[in-house]
């Protein structure tokens, strides 16, 4: 038995709940990172002055790899307050 089928085996997370959960926490961290930095570095407030292009840009791409990386367990919506609403009325968040 190989080192890395043991780890895989004792960290899967096998509640399908708390993955989802987990998805959502992930790819709403990665659109905030990528575009709260995005919004930093092009205020002007390091001393380079971005266009606004960089800003779009790099917003669009927090989007992107927020959703490529919480799409295959939890839907990839990106928006707590539906995540909130799905978990409320006991609906699947992935069916969306």
Known sequence: MSLESIVSRKLKIKNVRVRQFLAEFHGSFILAYIGIGAAHATSGLLGYSG???????????????????????????LNPSVTMAHFILGKEWSAY
Do not use: D, E, P
């Not at 669009?60 to 959703?67: D, Q, T």
């Open 51 to 77: 266009s606004s292009i960089h800003g779009a840009l790099a917003g669009g791409l927090g989007v992107a790899l927020g959703i490529f990386f919480s799409a295959g367990a939890s839907g990839g919506h």
